[in-house]
């Protein structure tokens, strides 16, 4: 929604259209960082009709590049309309790519990433109340890229989705979902669900793991057990 409220400003894709025309980097730069303030996205990028970059705000000096292979841009230079998880190193956002057009005809695509971090499991914790951890592939194995939990706690969240067998290969690799699994965890016993990041093609990126203490759940339970018991 943010995207189309962006691109649906005729006169910034008039502007937009004459700075890439000149070649004029920094005038795209300029608008796309202005607007980044209102709108919140952590990286924007654009390409042309073909994929190639044209700019990218998180790395200003970049030079033109082929991108055509990212499955987010290779969707949408098809379907004219792309989303799902943009992978840059360990870094991973959520993602979403739209054509610019000006009289029906596609002059650029635009990319916005908004960043999947600890501010953002920490928003999706206040909402259901679990502990959450996001994962994804990296050149060492498996690692937590954003999560909830203390970093000591997430060493020790990763070695226990590791002691069930090939749980993370599922889902990080193989693209499925996990709907309820125990495991062992700060000495207690805990409920995991785990569900695949992918990326536009419909490739797993990673992971989102959602944590809740199944001793916290049923302490209610428990005392109502052992009242009946006492009073047996």
Do not use: C
């Not at 989303?83 to 029906?104: D, H, M, R």
């Not at 990041?197 to 944590?211: H, R």
């Amino acid at each position: 929604l943010l995207t189309r409220i962006l691109t649906a400003d005729p006169e910034l894709k008039a502007y937009l259209l004459r700075a890439i025309d000149e070649h004029d980097q920094l005038s795209l730069l300029d608008q796309l960082d202005e607007r980044q303030a209102d709108l919140g996205y952590d990286f924007a990028l654009m390409v042309d009709p073909q994929g190639r970059l044209l700019v990218r705000t998180d790395q200003p000096d970049a030079p033109p590049a082929d991108l055509s292979d990212r499955p987010l841009v290779r969707k949408v230079l098809v379907d004219f309309e792309a989303s799902g998880v943009w992978q840059e190193g360990n870094k991973i956002y959520e993602a979403v790519a739209v054509p610019l057009t000006l009289s029906q005809n596609v002059f650029a695509y635009l990319v916005v990433g908004f960043a999947i971090n600890d501010v953002r499991a920490l928003e999706v914790k206040r909402v259901t109340g679990t502990e959450v951890a996001y994962l994804t592939g990296t050149s060492s194995g498996v690692a937590v890229v954003a999560s909830t939990l203390a970093p000591a706690q997430q060493d020790r969240l990763l070695a226990a989705l590791r002691n069930r067998g090939d749980l993370l290969s599922r889902v990080t690799e193989r693209g499925e979902a996990v709907d309820q699994v125990e495991i062992a965890l700060e000495g207690g016993r805990w409920l995991a669900l785990l569900a695949p990041l992918k990326d536009a093609a419909g490739a797993s990126a990673g992971a989102s793991v959602a944590l809740a203490s199944l001793d916290k759940e049923l302490v209610g339970y428990t005392r109502i057990r052992n009242i009946l018991l006492g009073l047996g």
